[in-house]
């Protein structure tokens, strides 16, 4: 299967810093990438909607001047979570589909990165 | 609007015991249908699919088949392994949405 590599795994940061997460499709073109966040014993909830060169389109209640998302191209996507607090510590997962339209388009899944805000 | 109801979990069994994850759905036209698996600190890798009615999905001895007369897509294995401990997530995809829509997992734990 194809491969969407997410960086870093694990980053510890402090309150108020900023951190970047970046989502990688290593081996196909991704027109469409995805960022969900997962909490402890929870399932995914999608934040946020990213298309290759326009702006990414969030879910209601995500803050998108907290979350910064940026496709610059086919094969990158960044999450950036801004001025950080220990209430955004979660695991961050990210998802990329092919350009192929249709229920075929599967969606492939980085290996999360898991958020500490200390 | 579309949804996924799973099992709740932890679902402990005993090695080579089977296995089933019952899950069924809502949703607007014809979805196709997923498996993901989680392993512990890890993101979520397709286990299997489904498309269309009556469709099984298949892969390292799980199945699912695809009921659309009652709207579910049971995780069935016959016998699990240590291996398979994991979270399982339902979720299914309509041809019109881009987004996926997920259960909120099961956590099965497989013991010696």
């Known amino acids: 299967g194809a491969v969407v590599s997410q960086h870093p795994s694990r980053v510890i940061c402090k309150s108020g810093t900023s951190v970047k997460i970046e989502c990688r499709s290593l081996?196909?073109?991704?027109?469409?990438m995805f960022w969900y966040r997962q909490f402890p014993k929870q399932s995914l909830m999608l934040m946020a909607t990213s298309n290759e060169g326009s702006k990414a389109t969030y879910e209601q209640g995500v803050e998108k001047d907290k979350f910064l998302i940026n496709h610059a191209s086919l094969t990158l996507s960044t999450l950036t979570v801004t001025s950080a607090h220990p209430e955004d510590s979660s695991f961050y997962i990210c998802?990329?589909?092919?350009?192929?339209?249709?229920?075929?388009?599967?969606?492939?899944f980085g290996q999360g990165t898991r958020l500490t805000v200390v | 609007g579309n949804s996924v109801t799973q099992m709740e979990g932890p679902v402990t069994l005993s090695e080579e015991a089977f296995l089933t994850i019952n899950c069924t759905y809502t949703?607007?036209?014809?979805?196709?249908l997923f498996w993901y698996v989680q392993y512990p600190g890890e993101g979520l890798q397709l286990l299997l699919k489904?498309?269309?009615?009556?469709d099984k999905g298949s892969n390292k001895g799980f199945e699912a088949t695809y009921r659309k007369e009652t709207t579910s897509f049971h995780l069935e294995k016959g016998s699990v392994q240590v291996s398979d401990s994991a979270v399982y997530f339902c979720a299914l995809l309509t041809g019109t949405a881009s987004k996926l829509t997920f259960g909120t997992g099961t956590r099965l734990q497989v013991t010696l």
């Open positions: 998802s990329a589909r092919r350009n192929r339209q249709g229920v075929d388009s599967e969606a492939f």
């Open positions: 081996d196909f073109q991704a027109t469409t």
């Open positions: 949703a607007t036209g014809y979805p196709s």
């Open positions: 489904a498309t269309k009615a009556d």
